[in-house]
């Protein structure tokens, strides 16, 4: 079977880390394709040429048709693929969506910080040269 997602993960980044670790053992009918952009292997050309930089700066995810999606809208399409769509319900709820998305943008903004990792200048002087 084809995969419905390509998820693009830091695994270097130990929160992150254990959300996919945790998709992973949910994903039983293998629907999603897990990609670690840490691994010396990946290469931007095969996932849309989203480079190491642009994914560090937030989630990405890639469908089977081809249309890359982001932030929250990766993991929300993750749990429904898993059969736990309904985490991620008070996303179809207009007025808290916009909070929601801003509080993971903020994550995304701050997420190497937070989780006590170099700047994204400071990783990317080796990662970015890919």
Known sequence: MQN?????????????????????????FKKINFVDINNDKYDPVLFKDISYKEAMSNLHGILENGDVIKGLDVLAFSYELIGLGWVYYPLK???LAPVLRLFYKFWAKYRLKITGRSN?????????QQ
């Open 4 to 28: 419905k997602l390509i998820f693009l993960f830091d695994g270097g980044c130990p929160l992150c880390l254990r959300e996919t670790n945790f998709l992973k053992t949910k994903d039983v």
């Open 93 to 95: 709820i207009d007025f």
């Open 120 to 128: 994204i200048e400071k990783l990317c002087t080796t990662e970015c």
